[in-house]
């Protein structure tokens, strides 16, 4: 068939798809699995999951992208922020969708799965249905319901106990924190503040199938599952072939580097209120209402939202949410402290301790970029002790 006639075959087709009766794809049609590499941006540090549909007879080369999101939404941010985000599946024509990849220079594998006629027709049919404007939306959750996820859920739901998963790869299970730090650079903002968010229900180690939120992991556990005892993966070959990319963040502009110099500059102050009998109450204010703020965001994002991975986060401990109403008491005493202020300031300190502990029986791990916040706080919270 002329290569024009064929594209325009493959277009009428994909048209009729939507408008029509969901077509039988003939023998040589195929599924598979694509897996992009990670890029820069801090949505796409763990790379992406797709599935493909080809049939060279029919002309049909489309991929099903259950990660796709829409900025322009109604309330947008604010869903985001409830844990009530709106991901969508979206269906475009493969040299389209491997577009973003080529300009962005990140490699695209593909799997292609070992199914009959009769299934590789009953999964493109589940696509299409799950596709149509009632079913296409989804709850999006970023560890337990995303792009990747979805797609051991659907083997399963689609072919039940034929699908076994196994785990031999894995070796060691590994926490769901465990999991993100592997492809976030550990002094980078984007892991400082997705640890600082995370609860303690991300640091229990993840099953065999849950590894599969990530990418990667997924592309890893398809090498590793059958279907009837028989490998679900026929073949795997590289769709673009380029290098892993690496993150070249530079030290002065990292978490760790502003940090230590803000631990510098406050112990710095602290010699200098000490040595000239002094109080900075502006420094003290700034950090109690930071830590206030970020503490009520903290407890927000546990009690008020429907976020999974935010549940259980003690992190308020330290950065405690009263700190916020403190702030205003302090910067108003110049001189005299209510009497108060020093109960509130050991129970700060034990609060902070107590968090440590939890991090040392590993209830809750903390991330080490917050050593040297804590000791900012515990620094001023001693200097007013001795003040008041």
Request: charged share 20%; glycine share 4%.
């Amino acid at each position: 068939m002329h290569l024009s006639l064929r594209v325009f075959v493959g277009l009428f087709l994909v048209y009729t798809i939507s408008f029509s009766q969901i077509p039988q794809l003939s023998e040589k049609a195929r599924i598979s699995v694509l897996t992009c590499a990670a890029g820069n941006e801090l949505y796409s540090s763990f790379g992406h999951t797709a599935f493909r549909v080809q049939d060279p007879v029919l002309g049909i080369d489309i991929v099903y992208n259950y990660g796709t999101f829409d900025f322009n939404k109604p309330n947008f941010y604010l869903n985001f922020s409830k844990g009530k985000l709106i991901y969508t599946l979206s269906r475009k024509r493969f040299e389209n969708f491997l577009y973003e990849y080529e300009l962005e220079k990140r490699w695209v594998k593909e799997q292609i799965l070992n199914l009959t006629q009769r299934e590789t027709n009953q999964l493109f049919k589940f696509f299409e249905l799950n596709y149509r404007p009632e079913n296409r939306d989804y709850h999006y959750d970023p560890l337990f319901n995303n792009c990747s996820s979805i797609v051991g859920d659907i083997l399963k739901e689609q072919f039940g106990n034929q699908i076994d998963f196994k785990g031999s790869h894995l070796g060691e299970k590994s926490t769901f924190r465990q999991l993100v730090r592997q492809y976030l650079p550990s002094n980078s903002w984007g892991a400082f503040g997705i640890d600082l968010a995370f609860g303690a229900v991300v640091d229990r180690k993840a099953s065999v199938r849950e590894h599969m939120f990530l990418p990667y992991y997924a592309m890893y556990q398809l090498r590793n599952t059958y279907k009837k005892q028989n490998p679900v993966v026929r073949r795997e070959r590289d769709v673009l072939d380029y290098n892993e990319k690496v993150d070249r963040g530079t030290f002065i502009t990292s978490p760790l580097f502003w940090f230590t110099l803000f631990l510098c500059f406050v112990i710095a102050i602290t010699y200098l209120d000490k040595k000239h009998d002094n109080k900075n109450t502006w420094l003290d204010f700034i950090l109690f209402f930071i830590s206030g703020l970020a503490g009520v965001f903290i407890l927000l994002l546990w009690l008020a939202t429907d976020h999974i991975v935010t549940g259980q986060n003690f992190n308020f401990l330290w950065l405690m949410p009263l700190n916020l109403f403190v702030g205003f008491k302090v910067i108003r005493r110049k001189k005299n402290f209510p009497i108060w202020l020093s109960k509130y300031l050991w129970f700060a300190l034990g609060s902070m301790a107590l968090m440590l502990l939890l991090w040392v029986f590993k209830i809750q791990i903390l991330s080490p970029l917050n050593i040297p916040l804590m000791l900012i706080l515990a620094i001023r919270y001693l200097f007013l002790l001795k003040k008041i």
